[in-house]
């Protein structure tokens, strides 16, 4: 076993610096060293609910960037020393037909999740990204391009390829009309890539002061979603609609500004709802969602926001502030994602 140093849980909102063991290097693996992780709501989720006498080992961490150490003798594809970029799942099994799609995201018997998987050969439960070093497939590690900050690119691994899925695969580009419903973590990357598209954007958003920094992010219009005259006047207006809200919400105002046979995406709330049929009757709408991304889109997405100089906007914290971050996050002070910088682990 390799050994590095990380934040492991110790009961609900607690971490404790620790020594964590890595696998030694299987032939496909490589190591990383993990220069710097996002803060994802995902951890703030995994954290709450964090029983350290019931709960497996908790190490959170699903969107990093670093710098590769070692590499298994199978690996071709990465020497050390390059900068790669690893997401929220890190293998999959690689035969069922979502596998087969280049949709390891939806893989049927589940992908392996970064933190909190189960290892699928030696049936370990997965520490993630706030540590120092990682040890990974290099079929789930991706070259980091050059001209991408490694703090500010971190994001793009978890929060970038969330949002990239649905707008690719919803077919945005010149002409679309996209609307992006909450402006965090996930929605100011969702501008950010629905403009370099080509796509005419909008925010939709209830917190007046972030209409300054929508426009600063690229959007083309506004409208404030605790205006009710705004929101009835935007009726049948969005081929799509990236609802990125992490709270469960009424979808009736959202659904009624997406156009005919256009589509409201969920990809911040994925808890049960109630949804009235005729506001998707009415204009043939489709209700979708979406979460992760498969390999290929992920390196597509990576490629896209180097060759148009996409990144997230972050605030880098050193790793032993990890409880600061994640507390500003629950309270949504952030612009707009936080990213640990894990070099205070050595
Ligand atoms: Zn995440
Ligand atoms: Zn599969």
Request: with cysteine; hydrophobic share 40%.
């Amino acid at each position: 076993m390799r050994t590095t140093t990380g934040w492991q849980a110790t009961g609900p909102m607690a971490l404790r610096r620790t020594t964590l063991e890595r696998r030694d290097l299987r032939p496909d693996d490589i190591a990383v060293q993990v220069g710097h992780c996002g803060v994802c709501h995902t951890d703030l989720h995994a954290l709450r609910d964090h029983d350290q006498h019931t709960s497996a080992p908790l190490v959170p961490g699903h969107e990093f960037t670093g710098v590769v150490t070692a590499i298994g003798p199978e690996v071709s594809v990465f020497s050390v020393g390059d900068r790669v970029a690893v997401g929220n799942i890190v293998d999959s099994c690689g035969v069922c037909a979502m596998c087969e799609a280049g949709q390891e995201n939806f893989c049927h018997s589940f992908p392996t999740l970064t933190y909190g998987g189960t290892d699928r050969r030696d049936g370990s439960t997965t520490l993630g990204g706030y540590s120092r070093e990682y040890v990974v497939r290099d079929a789930f590690a991706y070259p980091l391009p050059s001209g991408l900050d490694p703090a500010a690119a971190a994001p793009l691994l978890c929060a970038g390829v969330t949002v990239w899925e649905p707008l690719r695969s919803l077919g945005v580009g010149p002409g679309s009309r996209v609307a992006v419903a909450g402006l965090g973590g996930l929605g100011h990357l969702a501008v950010k890539m629905a403009v370099a598209l080509g796509a005419t954007t909008t925010v939709i958003s209830r917190t007046r002061d972030k209409h300054r920094d929508a426009r600063r992010l690229g959007a083309h219009d506004l409208i404030d979603s605790t205006d009710t005259r705004q929101m009835a006047a935007a009726r049948d207006t969005f081929d799509v609609v990236l609802d990125t809200i992490p709270a469960a919400h009424d979808l009736a105002p959202y659904l009624r500004s997406v156009a005919m046979d256009g589509t409201l995406s969920l990809l911040g709330y994925l808890g049960p709802l109630t949804v009235e049929a005729m506001d998707l009757l009415v204009g043939r709408k489709k209700l979708s969602s979406a979460g992760s991304a498969g390999r290929p889109a992920t390196a597509e997405m990576l490629r896209f926001c180097a060759g148009n100089g996409i990144v997230a906007d972050v605030e880098v914290l050193p790793s032993a502030q990890v409880l600061t971050a994640l507390d500003r996050l629950r309270r949504d002070d952030v612009r707009y994602r936080f990213v640990l910088d894990l070099s205070d682990l050595d």
